[in-house]
């Protein structure tokens, strides 16, 4: 039998701090074989403590032992194997002091603001409503906005277990996405209100890990479960029965922005007990900042089929200084300055390969709602691995990083950037039959608005407009296509059966490749003034809409996009009209 040290836990995310409080005793787990035969009370009489796990298709079962208890049992002359029994300090602070916290944890500071709802009031349609303004970018690095304009599902139906510093379960945000509080866990206070409590330098670490689940996969349900204290540091046990409990209440995905340094076979014991169940783990690496020094379970991402590890990249792709890197790092995300939910309903800005997992968690979640294939969700991990974005990571981690990264190991260039970074459109694109929402659905009465079918039909064209199909520059959001304007031109449609007296919103993505492009997305001819909206020197892609509302005959109205000054090019895409 194995005998492991509870260890102490650490969350990717700032933070620092001794062991929990009250956990004078973390004791000792053991890892016994068991047999059909066997019950859980004659194991729990023969080796003492108390049962945390039992894999009856594993043949294994996990006991928690006191350190008095695991004395008796040494004294009886039973043979086990031991580790030390120590605390971990925070793989958010390296070794060389960086703290992954810009200024230490004031970062939460200063960048609070007020919650302003957002999912909760969607209704449907195709006019999405916004995440945070402050991750604009973010999310058009990893695509989320297109993929949430072909998305169907957002990861309704699917539970993500966020296993953390629990999280403020009182926030706005976290309304009507929470799974039933009878299924809540604190395994630190042993009962069932996993709120964070304030205080303690990881006070908000669960609740943004959390927010960021569901800014990718709005509709999905998050099952709070609190594994690390205040501080940010918490046992192995805990973590264990977190997975358990994670399992057995129904989650399909497991973010654990938490690690620990060294390899404890009942944690593994314990993934793959949630991987028989089809269900998959996600984990940050680590933020020492050097290669090497990654945390498990992110580690395991190459050798533990159901886990994806994480390490952070700024929004130029380029290594975040403060990410651990490595052979072993599975994938990466954005995990620099992104915002997300805090306690008291406000948000502030994250940093961490903590806050880079949970993008991929809420990919996986997105993905897993987009399939109803139970053959595709178990393979989710071959579709992820094969949709990464790996072009840009390959120059900036390798060309940037020859000393220690080399294509010369067999791998490719994974030994520098894993499978690449995630790009959750081209992940969705990848799924065994998906199928993209339409944007000229029942609510929508624009024709063709995405231009998927190479063509301008429906539009009436002016001036040197086309059709972008390669997407060398971004010149389309999302599918294969998008509309080009050169020098001067402008796209017009008129759209019909439109109620009277009734307001309508207008929205379409565009961008401009020059500050001094004049571009402007408008309305006319429905009954009242012409109405318009600016883009003009929007160089990255932006969302506008406006609204007008049709006279009281008029059944009809021209919408268009229009470019008026500049020699540089223009772009339009998912361009829709919705009843308000």
């Known amino acids: 039998m194995l005998l492991a040290a509870v260890l102490l836990f650490s969350a990717c995310g700032g933070l620092n701090g001794g062991p929990p409080a009250g956990a004078t005793d973390p004791g000792y787990i053991i890892t016994v074989k068991i047999s059909a035969s066997d019950t859980q009370e004659a194991t729990q009489q023969k080796y003492g403590g108390t049962i945390l796990s039992w894999y009856s298709d594993q043949g294994i079962a996990h006991l928690k032992l006191s350190t008095a ?6 004294s009886r002359g039973v043979s086990v194997q031991s580790t030390a029994n120590g605390a971990l300090s925070s793989p958010e602070v390296g ?30 349609g195709s006019n999405i409503p916004d995440s945070p303004g402050e991750n604009n970018k973010v999310f058009m690095q990893v695509r989320l906005p297109q993929a949430h304009a072909i998305a169907r599902k957002f990861g309704e139906g699917v539970k993500v277990a966020v296993v953390d510093t629990g999280i403020d379960t009182a926030h706005q945000g976290f309304v009507g996405r929470l799974a039933p509080s009878s299924e809540w866990r604190d395994f630190i206070e042993n009962d069932n209100n996993p709120m964070e409590p304030s205080g303690g330098s990881a006070y908000g670490h669960g609740t943004a890990a959390a927010g960021l689940v569901l800014q990718v996969a709005p509709k999905a349900t998050i099952l709070p479960i609190r594994v690390l204290n205040s501080n940010g540091q918490g046992n192995l046990d805990h973590v264990i029965l977190a997975i358990n409990h994670a399992v057995n209440t129904g989650a399909k995905i497991i973010n654990l922005s938490l690690g620990a340094f060294e390899w404890y076979q009942p944690l593994v014991d314990a993934i793959n007990f949630a991987g028989s169940r089809g269900v998959w783990v996600v984990a940050s690496v680590g933020n020492q900042g050097k290669k090497d020094e990654i945390t498990y379970p992110g580690r395991w991402g190459w050798w533990l089929s159901n886990v994806i590890g994480v390490g952070s990249v700024d929004s130029d792709d380029k290594l975040s200084k403060f990410s651990s890197f490595g052979a072993d790092v599975f994938t990466w995300a954005p995990g620099n300055d992104v915002t997300s939910y805090y306690p008291s309903n406000r948000t502030a800005k994250v940093r961490g390969t903590s806050f880079a997992a949970p993008l991929v968690a809420g990919a996986l979640a997105l993905a897993y709602s987009e399939t109803t294939y139970d053959w595709a969700r178990s393979d989710l991990k071959s579709y992820f691995q094969d949709s990464l974005e790996n072009q840009s990571l390959w120059y900036n981690l390798y060309q940037a990083n020859s000393s220690w990264c080399s294509v010369s190991d067999g791998l490719g260039g994974l030994w520098c950037h894993g499978a690449g970074r995630l ?17 000229t659905g029942t609510l929508d009465f624009v024709r063709n608005g995405s231009f998927e079918s190479g063509s301008f039909a429906s539009w009436t064209t002016s001036g040197a407009v086309s059709i972008s199909w390669v997407d060398w520059w971004g010149e389309f959001f999302a599918g294969a296509n998008g509309a080009r304007i050169n020098g001067t031109g402008s796209l017009e449609q008129t759209i019909t059966g439109l109620a009277p007296n009734t307001t309508y919103t207008l929205t379409a993505w565009l961008k401009v490749d020059g500050s001094g492009e004049s571009l402007l997305l408008g309305a006319r001819n429905f009954g009242g003034s012409e109405v318009g909206v600016s883009a003009t020197g929007s160089t990255d892609w932006v969302q506008r809409s406006l609204d007008f509302k049709t006279g009281a005959n008029n059944t009809s109205a021209v919408v268009f996009i229009r470019k008026t000054a500049g020699w540089q090019a223009a772009f339009a895409d998912l361009i829709t009209v919705t009843r308000k």
């Open 95 to 124: 070794a060389n002091g960086f703290n992954s916290w810009a200024g230490g944890f004031n970062s939460w500071a200063g960048g609070f603001n007020s919650w302003a709802g957002g999912w909760n009031s969607w209704a449907g």
């Open 423 to 439: 790009d959750i459109e081209r992940f969705l694109r990848s799924l065994p039959g998906f199928s993209p929402a339409s944007n």
């Open 69 to 74: 208890e695991h004395a008796a049992l040494m």
